[in-house]
């Protein structure tokens, strides 16, 4: 599976920007398909996850209420829509898919379990 992320830019404190990951190579069925995030000296951040079959969701506390994950089965992309962005938003986003879910029935926060991901994309919140 290969994954390409896009979206990520520069936007002021409360805007908004919608990052993309484009699956290809294989199918993505019964995954979990996550997004993580990661600033310098820190470790990588679980985001949110969508569960590719049922649209199943879990968010971080930080973002809950504040962005949403999901899926278009038709072009076979997942997409995160983040509203209300803060400066602690600033990182790198990656996304990620986790095929280990198709032998358990819950979406897992540790980067660990996702097996495959993308190049990253840049998300800068200033003013």
């Known amino acids: 599976v290969q994954l390409q992320a896009s979206g990520g830019g520069l936007v002021q404190p409360g805007g908004s920007l919608r990052l993309s990951c484009a699956a290809s190579?294989?199918?993505?069925?019964?995954?979990?398909m996550g997004w993580f995030r990661q600033v310098p000296e820190k470790e990588r951040e679980f985001v949110a996850a969508i569960a590719w079959s049922s649209g199943r969701t879990l968010y971080a506390d930080s973002v809950k209420g504040r962005f949403t994950i999901s899926r278009e089965k038709a072009f076979n992309e997942v997409s995160l829509q983040m509203n209300s962005l803060k400066p602690e938003d600033t990182a790198i986003y990656y996304c990620a898919a986790d095929p280990s879910l198709v032998f358990r029935d819950y979406l897992t926060r540790m980067a660990s379990a996702y097996e495959y991901w993308g190049q990253g994309t840049q998300v800068t919140v200033s003013s």
């Open positions: 190579g294989s199918t993505v069925n019964g995954y979990g």
